[in-house]
């Protein structure tokens, strides 16, 4: 078995001439993408090290390094570095190189799908990369149908003419780059007119509150516009498991006009939003905000705060005495406790049922309402739909990237015309550009496949 | 956990020691080589078959998807490491590949089985979790890092057939000093910033030596064929691992905003793998280029592997927070 092995390096896909050329050409190089891809990368791979501003604020950076370090990280901009001109600028390359160079050379090798194969004579494909000649006592006919047979259950596409035969598979991976780019354009369309037009907030709004979108965050090149209707949180609830553990949140949410009119009602919990003019609202934290209690006959409000699974509210009687009030949630009784000093911990005074009363001392203290707030995260995202299609489009893409293109060539002769017996002279070669190796091996396989040569005529002839 | 279970996973973890061995020794044997690999190859589908039904049977035993903490991550990638090398050893016939596989498998079993037993045991899920994208999401990542450790593994392969001993030594280096910062970080105390100092150092050194030194070649054992073959190894490996990880990034992005209304977050695990995944595109890229040399092509797959490595695993032990931490276990 004899194996030779060339090493080879075709030149650069060439761009096809074009009439703009002179600007577009620099733009279009991949050694610039892949300069770019590898900046990129390093720009993020910082990004990931070091916390960013917009999610931590800067005390997250200053309890990681210090306060001087983050400063000065602050300062050169990598703790807001997805914001920073460097990233943003990077990205801007990136779009003109891979529009230039789509436009240039991965569009236009879509033409190449229509290119039918010719056939070749057993001569020029012994000089193909990969190639087998083999003797077959067979009609030559015979040997190319057989053959055919094999290459289709492979999953070949076969065309046939007489002694010449030419097969083809995973054509259709010769679309990846196309469809690849097309979605990363789309990609890069929908994440700028979201930033142009988009907007995202979160506000946690009491029960019986409006919420608008005022304070809502977008970039600052922005041309959209918000909505003038408000959302009213009409009721908020909280369901729990058995364990007392949180199950789920609840808001019975309506959309009111700048006229006051309701518009839409909706209960959304996490996970079930509610959508209006393209505007989604969604359920993302709940908690107690007020107690409201009266003592003999006057009302006070009293707001309270989150203490690990209860919400609790302080009320000084003097210098030295607290009263303590506890609740978990909207159902169970509200808890009064007193702390003074000298007490180990707080004492256990009353509980009083929502809507009850009890005598503390000389007071009537009555438990009247207790009031929910709901956290309500909001944003409006017009790319999406352009988004979501070049999500379809990039996975599609890099899985037609995996498909290995493979062309393959075979012609048959009738050799020693004498012999009763007929002999055929089987020439099979071609190639495959991502998978040379796989290739030859699959070659060699379906070779051997094909019945009981009489004997190799150049055993294996591989140019890798 | 059950005692099937356990029993399952052990022989699966002792098949992987077992087939690196075999597929070791194979090599001092000439005349026994081709059925010493073909038995490595065995014992590492039985491996695999054993690991499948352990993993199947964790999640009957949990009734859920058996992939919601660290433990069960590294079942998973030990399985796609053996299942990845099976499938590249049936198109290619590299049994070489099998020592090294092995050794990822059973690096990934040892690391799993001195995690507390905390993560052994099978608990509920915390809500967050609780999704039917976790399936879509997790799976598909986990297969594309296995196959990106794999066109890594296949990359040091190709440097020793081609000749590049010095190159390779300073692979291997960086490998082990990266390896040895996620152990430092998983198992003691040491201080996150030394092991961050550690990882990156040791990585930025151990290739950049590598690269400096690419022109030394040791014609003695090169073989441009073998070469050629792990070349091409490394590519599919990429060619396959690259549409997963895109599936896997995609599909977290879905869950995401079907979740919090966000798609991305630039959460710091989720930059990670999109380091990774620029990287890798940048590798394509090479490749398509065709002026970068086949040694220069396994460098950077070896850097793929690393950024995988620092993407799967460092996050965690190196002190870098996020959503996506499964906690430091100290
Ligand atoms: C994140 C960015 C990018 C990704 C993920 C990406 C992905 C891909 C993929 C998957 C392929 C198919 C490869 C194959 O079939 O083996 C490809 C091909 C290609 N890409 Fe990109 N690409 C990116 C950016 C760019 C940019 C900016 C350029 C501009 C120069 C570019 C130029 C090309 C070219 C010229 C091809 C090959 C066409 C061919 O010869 O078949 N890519 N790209």
């Known amino acids: ?464 | 956990m059950s005692d099937l279970q356990l029993t399952l996973t052990n022989t699966a973890g002792i098949s992987t020691i077992v087939s690196f061995w075999v597929f070791v020794i194979a090599n001092a044997f000439a005349r026994r080589k081709d059925t010493m690999q073909k038995i490595g190859v065995i014992v590492t589908m039985i491996g695999f078959l054993t690991l499948t039904v352990a993993i199947v049977d964790r999640g009957i035993e949990a009734q859920r998807f058996p992939l919601a903490n660290l433990y069960e991550s590294l079942l998973w990638f030990a399985w796609a490491t053996m299942g990845c090398f099976l499938l590249l050893e049936k198109t290619y016939g590299v049994k070489q590949l099998g020592w090294l596989a092995s050794l990822v498998a059973a690096t990934m079993f040892l690391y799993g089985s001195w995690l507390p037993s905390s993560q052994h045991q099978i608990t509920p899920l915390v809500p967050a979790l609780v999704s039917y994208w976790r399936q879509i999401h997790v799976p598909p990542l986990i297969v594309s890092y296995a196959m990106f450790f794999l066109s890594g593994t296949s990359g040091l392969l190709q440097l020793w057939q081609a000749g590049r001993l010095r190159s390779l030594a300073c692979a291997v280096i960086a490998l082990l000093l990266s390896s040895l910062a996620i152990g430092l970080g998983t198992y003691t105390p040491i201080d996150s910033y030394w092991l961050q100092i550690l990882f990156v150092g040791g990585s930025l050194l151990g290739v950049g030596l590598a690269w400096w030194n690419l022109k030394s070649i040791n014609m003695a054992i090169a073989n441009e064929e073998k070469a050629s073959l792990y070349d091409e190894v490394s590519y599919r490996a990429i060619m396959i691992g690259f549409p997963l990880l895109t599936i896997g990034i995609i599909t977290g992005g879905l869950w995401a905003n079907h979740a919090w209304g966000t798609y991305w977050s630039w959460d710091p695990k989720e930059s990670m793998a999109l380091v990774t995944w620029l990287s890798f595109a940048a590798y394509i890229h090479l490749r398509i280029h065709r002026e970068c040399s086949a040694e220069k092509l396994s460098l950077v797959a070896v850097v793929g592997m690393l950024l995988t490595l620092l993407t799967y695993l460092g996050f965690n032990s190196l002190g870098f927070g996020g959503l996506h931490s499964y906690g430091k276990f100290k």
């Not at chain 1, 256990?348 to 438990?367: M, N, S």
């Not at chain 1, 995260?377 to 293109?405: E, N, R, S, W």
């Open chain 1, 1 to 464: 078995m004899t194996q030779t092995v060339t090493k080879e390096k075709t030149p650069e896909t060439k761009p096809t001439p074009n009439k703009s050329g002179s600007f577009w050409t620099p733009w279009a190089s991949v050694k610039l993408t892949v300069l770019l891809l590898t900046l990129i990368a390093l720009t993020v791979l910082i990004g990931a090290w070091c916390p960013q501003e917009s999610q931590g604020g800067i005390q997250k950076v200053i309890d990681q390094f210090g306060e001087e370090t983050a400063l000065l990280f602050s300062k050169i901009g990598i703790t807001d570095i997805f914001h920073s001109s460097w990233f943003l600028s990077l990205i801007g390359f990136l779009t003109i190189n891979m529009i230039a160079c789509s436009v240039q050379r991965v569009f236009p090798k879509v033409r190449s799908l229509k290119q039918v194969m010719p056939y070749l004579r057993s001569e020029a494909i012994c000089k193909l990369t990969a190639s087998k000649k083999v003797i077959l006592n067979v009609h030559p006919e015979t040997a190319l149908h057989r053959l055919a047979q094999k290459l289709k259950r492979e999953g070949y596409t076969v065309r046939k003419d007489g002694t010449s035969l030419t097969a083809e598979f995973g054509k259709i991976g010769k679309l990846a780059p196309t469809v690849t780019h097309i979605g990363l354009l789309s990609l890069l369309l929908g994440v700028t007119i979201t930033s142009w037009t988009g907007f995202t907030g979160f506000q946690p709004i009491p029960v019986g509150s409006f919420m608008d979108f005022e304070s809502s965050e977008h970039s600052k090149l922005w041309i959209g516009k918000l909505p003038k209707w408000s959302v009213k949180a009409e009721k908020s609830w909280r369901e729990d498991y058995p364990t007392g553990d949180v199950k789920q949140w609840y808001t019975d949410l309506a959309v009111v006009g700048p006229d006051g009119k309701v518009l839409k009602r909706q209960q959304i919990s996490v996970n079930n939003p509610l959508t209006y003019e393209n505007v989604d609202v969604y359920q993302s934290s709940w908690g107690l905000d007020r107690i409201v209690l009266s003592f003999n006959d006057t009302v006070r409000v009293l707001n309270l705060r989150p203490m690990g699974k209860l919400y609790a509210a302080f009320m000084p009687l003097d210098e030295k005495t607290i009263l303590l009030f506890s609740v978990r949630d909207q159902v169970k009784p509200l808890r009064v406790f007193a702390k003074t000093d000298g007490w180990a911990g707080p004492k256990l005074l009353t509980e009083i049922p929502l809507g009850g009363t009890a005598k503390l001392g000389g007071v009537d203290l009555g438990y009247q309402k207790v009031f929910a707030i709901t956290g309500l995260q909001y944003k409006c995202d017009p790319g999406l739909p352009i988004t979501y299609v070049a999500f379809a489009f990039i996975i599609a893409g890099v899985m037609l990237a995996a498909i290995p293109h493979r062309q393959l060539w075979a012609s048959a002769k009738n050799v020693d015309g004498n012999n009763p017996e007929e002999v055929c002279e089987l020439s099979v070669g071609g190639h495959s550009m991502k998978a040379k190796r796989a290739f030859e091996k699959s070659l060699n396989q379906i070779v051997e496949g094909l019945g009981n040569p009489t004997h190799s005529v150049t055993e294996e002839k591989v140019n890798v």
